[in-house]
């Protein structure tokens, strides 16, 4: 099923002891969480009822790792992507080998894409902030390490 | 490659520059790093895609100063003779991302190459980014002209606290040369204006002690010999030693007659020795300088003095400099009366004061010329020189001092 999805990258820590490796859960950069006020670099901004989206913010993705920014690409894959700049505890995930284009993940969530090199998993309707997060962490186990 | 000055840009070069500090220093993944990165990512997809290539050759750049260099292999039939001739065809013909292309496919970098990607990046506006480089050209091979380089583009940058802070720990050095010397005591300068009032006096004394120990200094080029006569001159005038700041000026005068120090020594004899002070500012207009306010002074004088076909080109060649209305409108209307005095047709003379009068429409001196002009179009009588009102050319005098230091 999640392998219809859209094809996208994020830069992720990962889950301490996971096997496989999976990335880890929460709201702190290079997790997979949405980041909330009063963090200076929300993803999100949930309205005066607590609700997230659909207004174009969420989780940010790429479509393959040359367009992720190259402060979240670990130095060691310099080879790969010239001017990688991020630390080597991160690892590259994907999600989903479909095209890169507006599409729903499960039945909450969708990848709206904001360029040809940008997209946010973003709640289909006005949705609760913790529904939210918990909707982004149930793609948890479709996320694999994917740096070739 | 050409210079940026949007914020993001700049942004995103001072948290590169940093994060590369913090990677070189082994802070990779400490929180500083984190935070910088964090930043880095958000600022990212604002740039164009060429300032994001870019920024990813200056990270690589920047990998060297960690001793993490991955050279560029060398393209088919090239060889390192070939790519170093190149690599001086490129950086003499200011192609500054070709050099730089080139330089990253030599086996190493000694400290002259580094200098190279040092004027590289500083041509090409990532001031702070050739701070890096000259610093570490001058860790391969110690060099005042590095240290020096290194300094000024800190100022440039913006970045005076931490040039401050360098030209501080310079300062106590046992041993300096007079380049760097005289380097500190521009940077010192430039820092008075933003300390505490109470504290300049004492900054300014600084200044006037280092440039008295190094400007005779042979071995420092004649410029910054000169440059750092001139900020002690305005230092002196700070402390209130007219006479002392006065011998500073003439000093530099005499080491380097060029435009800044002629401009100096021409506004501290404005109001004691006019005829003189309008030579000076004559001259520094007749050299070329980069000045706007120079040209002003110096074709009010040629008016003066009825020399007409120098009001022309001092006009002229002020208004390739001048940005502010009221100097643009004053060389325009100055121009325009030459024009009639050296017998130029009418439509080039209407034209003149045409755009005299767009840059000060609402002018009174300007608006009784015009009038006597059309005048003289409808009468064809001429007009007596003497007959033309010239106004005053004194522009804010601060503003002239902080235009030779700035």
């Given amino acids: 099923m999640s392998e219809a999805w859209p094809k996208m990258y994020r830069s992720m820590l990962p889950q301490a002891s996971a096997a496989p490796v999976a990335p880890a859960v929460g709201t702190a950069d290079n997790m997979l969480g949405a980041r909330v006020p009063p963090h200076p670099r929300a993803d999100v901004h949930p309205d005066a009822s607590g609700n997230a989206g659909p207004v174009g913010e969420g989780l940010s993705v790429s479509p393959n790792l040359a367009a992720l920014p190259p402060s979240l690409v670990p130095e060691r894959l310099r080879d790969k992507r010239p001017g990688a700049r991020g630390t080597n505890t991160l690892r590259v995930f994907r999600l989903g080998n479909g095209s890169f284009v507006r599409a729903t993940l499960g039945s909450a969530i969708e990848l709206l894409p904001t360029s040809p090199k940008h997209g946010v998993v973003q709640p289909i309707r006005p949705t609760p902030i913790q529904d939210y997060q918990k909707e982004l962490a149930a793609t948890q186990e479709h996320w694999v390490v994917d740096e070739s | 490659m050409t210079a940026m000055s949007a914020t993001f840009p700049a942004q995103y070069e001072a948290l590169l520059v940093q994060l590369h500090s913090e990677m070189r220093a082994g802070r990779s993944d400490e929180a500083r790093a984190s935070e910088l990165r964090s930043e880095m990512a958000a600022v990212w997809y604002r740039l164009s895609e060429d300032e994001q290539a870019i920024y990813d050759e200056l990270s690589e750049d920047l990998y060297i100063l960690e001793g993490k260099r991955v050279p560029v292999p060398l393209s088919e039939g090239e060889t390192a003779v070939l790519v170093a001739q190149r690599l001086a065809s490129a950086f003499k013909a200011k192609e500054n991302r070709r050099a730089l292309e080139l330089i990253r496919k030599l086996t190493s970098i000694d400290a002259s190459l580094s200098y190279v990607m040092g004027r590289c990046w500083e041509r090409a506006g990532f001031l702070r980014a050739s701070v890096c480089f000259y610093?570490?050209?001058?860790?391969?091979?110690?060099?005042?002209?590095?240290?020096?380089?290194?300094?000024?583009?800190?100022?440039?940058?913006?970045?005076?606290?931490?040039?401050a802070a360098r030209a501080q720990a310079i300062e106590k050095r046992p041993v300096v040369s007079g380049t760097l010397l005289l380097k500190v005591a521009s940077v010192l300068h430039?820092?008075?204006?933003?300390?505490?009032?109470?504290q300049r006096p004492a900054i300014y004394a600084r200044v006037t002690r280092l440039v008295e120990v190094a400007w005779d200094d042979r071995t420092a080029p004649a410029s910054t010999r000169a440059?750092?006569?001139?900020?002690?001159?305005?230092?002196?005038?700070?402390?209130?030693?007219?006479?002392?700041?006065?011998?500073?000026?003439?000093?530099?005068?005499?080491?380097?007659?060029?435009?800044?120090?002629?401009?100096?020594?021409?506004?501290?004899?404005?109001?004691?020795?006019?005829?003189?002070?309008?030579?000076?500012?004559?001259?520094?207009?007749?050299?070329g300088t980069r000045l706007d306010w120079p040209y002003l002074y110096a074709a009010q004088h040629a008016i003066e003095v009825r020399r007409f076909a120098e009001v022309e080109r001092f006009c002229e060649a002020g208004l390739a400099f001048a940005q502010r209305a009221e100097l643009r409108g004053r060389l325009f209307e100055w121009w325009a009366i030459a024009a009639i005095e050296l017998g130029r047709p009418p439509a080039e003379i209407t034209a003149l004061f045409e755009q005299a009068m767009a840059e000060l429409p609402l002018d009174l001196v300007l608006h009784r010329n015009v009038r006597m002009y059309r005048k003289w179009l409808e009468t064809e009588r001429t007009i007596p020189s003497e007959a033309w009102e010239v106004a005053s050319a004194d522009l804010d005098e601060e503003e002239a001092r902080a235009s030779l230091t700035g």
């Fill in chain 2, 135 to 163: 610093d570490f050209a001058n860790e391969q091979e110690p060099n005042a002209i590095y240290e020096a380089l290194a300094l000024a583009m800190l100022v440039q940058a913006g970045a005076l606290d931490e040039a």
């Fill in chain 2, 227 to 287: 440059e750092g006569l001139v900020v002690a001159g305005f230092s002196y005038e700070h402390l209130g030693d007219k006479d002392q700041a006065l011998r500073s000026f003439e000093r530099a005068v005499a080491v380097h007659p060029s435009g800044a120090p002629l401009c100096a020594r021409g506004l501290a004899l404005l109001h004691i020795d006019r005829p003189r002070a309008l030579r000076d500012l004559t001259d520094a207009a007749k050299l």
């Fill in chain 2, 190 to 198: 430039q820092t008075a204006a933003k300390a505490e009032v109470s």
